[in-house]
């Protein structure tokens, strides 16, 4: 049977305010910004981009307000269809985002009109969940809807992918529902899923006894490689690709998101394309 590479992501989408500091504050520090820019954010929206770029078919399930009518048109620009977001009377989310000379950063999300995603609004997409050959959620939404996500594709026979980030009380709950479990190192330790994906930043990652470094590269901005892994991932396993296989594509992909600032690169080109897969 041919598979077609058909991701269902469902996340949030964001406004990420993202503030150069030579150096990320202590506690109780101020630190003064060199530059600050708004861009396109949401692990949701990232990950979606992610898949798209690595040639998937992506449907976006999520939320935003009346000020994210011009995000929703970038994404459909590439290649994310969002006939599936809703719209919220509250200000779509923010990020605010600090990122120091070295590329590290520090992260607060205000999640405005993600938390109106609901269980409810979920079923009313029970049919695309159902079609997915793979569906990727994270947990910048709220729990009932990302359990009653899993629980949809699970009785459909979908496999699915939870990125437990940002890490909290239902991940591990949330990680028995899903298929395969994405985590860093620092949720690996939280949340302690015995077979999960683990991100390991500059040294790669790997899943169980496959494990990958990346190419040398000189990295500009960490902000949205994990969320570029993760959707490089679900496309190469919603095409059939072997555990090594997605797992070195997902590694390429997050590595590249390291070479431009910003959680998604503008104007951006396939990492690489898995359209003629099957």
């Known amino acids: 049977m041919r598979v077609s590479g058909n991701v269902v992501v469902i996340g949030s989408i964001n406004l990420d305010v993202i503030a150069a500091v030579a150096r990320l504050p202590r506690p109780g520090e101020t630190a003064l910004a060199q530059r600050v ?126 990125n437990a980030s940002p890490v909290d009380a239902a991940s591990r709950e949330l990680g028995d529902l899903a298929t395969v479990v994405v985590v860093n190192e620092h949720e690996n ?30 990295t500009v901005d960490t902000t949205g490689a994990g969320d570029a892994f993760a959707g490089a991932l679900a496309a190469a396993l919603a095409v059939g690709r072997s555990r090594s296989q997605a797992l070195a594509m997902a590694v390429e992909s997050g590595t590249s998101a390291t070479q431009w600032a910003g959680a998604q690169p503008d104007g951006f080109e396939p990492v690489a394309d898995l359209r003629n897969l099957s």
Not at 82 to 89: E, G, I
Not at 191 to 218: E, H, N, Q, S, Y
């Open 189 to 218: 330790r939280l949340v302690g899923i015995p077979d999960a994906v683990v991100t390991l930043g500059a040294a790669g990652a790997r899943w169980g006894d496959d494990a990958v470094r990346p190419m040398t590269a000189t």
């Open 37 to 162: 820019d708004v861009v396109p954010g949401g692990k949701g929206a990232n990950q979606a981009l992610g898949a798209a770029r690595a040639g998937a078919r992506v449907t976006l399930i999520s939320a935003v307000g009346e000020d994210g009518e011009q995000y929703l048109r970038y994404l459909e620009k590439h290649g994310v269809s969002v006939q599936h977001v809703m719209r919220a009377p509250l200000a779509t989310g923010r990020a605010y985002i600090a990122v120091d000379d070295q590329g590290e950063n520090s992260i607060i999300v205000a999640a405005g009109a993600n938390a109106a995603l609901t269980a409810h609004w979920i079923l009313r997409c029970q049919d695309v969940i159902r079609s997915a050959d793979i569906v990727l959620v994270q947990q910048e939404i709220p729990t009932a809807a990302i359990r009653e996500a899993l629980t949809l594709a699970a009785d459909a026979h979908v496999p699915t992918i939870l």
